[in-house]
């Protein structure tokens, strides 16, 4: 339920904040969250990712994502570079890993905002970030949400649908669970446990 902890990951030293990620499954509201947040405190820091895909009209690189070619993608990878991968739509996502703990180093507030694979990597690399999972109120509820947009052939949404199962039954790995029913209501609670609020 929201707010109900699924055990602790293990403390970072004093003065350092943890690295916050927040995962779950697709329509379940991360990136609304993730704005109200930004709009309210704007000193958490929301890592920007790289990919490499094109830009969309309006994008700009190092703002909504870092524009990479795939050779410099490979490089990343290579060098360790990333904390986190995934390739979805035929394209690469990726964490640098750098400015994340350039910033927790310098005690800002971190999050990100990935998938179940790239969480899973995550707590690898950095066994004290925090997991956080999104729930829907209900499944009923995320078909709702998933199918609501009218703007998708179906057999893209039995995708989507069976990839929200999947990623459904991985909310156990999480060290606490959110419910997504007031947008609001979750941002403080994620506030709370960033410690900001």
């Known amino acids: 339920m929201s707010g109900a902890s699924r055990g602790a990951a293990p403390a970072t ?4 904040p943890r690295l916050t990620v927040l995962s779950g499954p697709s329509g379940v509201g991360k990136s609304t969250v993730v704005a109200h ?3 309210a405190h704007p000193e958490v820091w929301l890592s920007v990712s790289a990919t490499t895909r094109r830009p969309r009209p309006g994008e700009r690189h190092g703002v909504q994502y870092f524009f990479v070619e795939d050779e410099e993608f490979d490089k990343l990878i290579a060098n360790g570079e990333l904390l986190e991968w995934a390739e979805f739509a035929g394209h690469r996502y990726g964490t640098p890993r750098r400015p994340v703990l350039d910033r927790l180093e310098a005690g800002e507030p971190v ?3 990935i998938d179940l694979q790239g969480a899973r990597q995550v707590r690898e690399a950095m066994p004290d970030a925090r997991l956080v999972f999104l ?10 949400r998933l199918t609501g947009r009218g703007t998708e052939p179906p057999e893209i949404i039995r995708r989507r649908l069976d990839a929200a199962r ?14 997504n029913t007031s947008v609001e209501a979750v941002v403080s609670e ?3 446990l960033m410690r900001l609020s």
């Open 111 to 113: 999050l990100l905002e």
């Open 166 to 179: 999947i990623e459904l039954a991985a909310e156990a790995e999480f060290d606490i669970t959110l419910v």
């Open 37 to 39: 947040l930004r709009k």
């Open 13 to 16: 030293p004093a003065g350092r």
């Open 135 to 144: 729930a829907p109120p209900s499944w009923d509820e995320l078909v709702r």
């Open 190 to 192: 994620l506030l709370a």
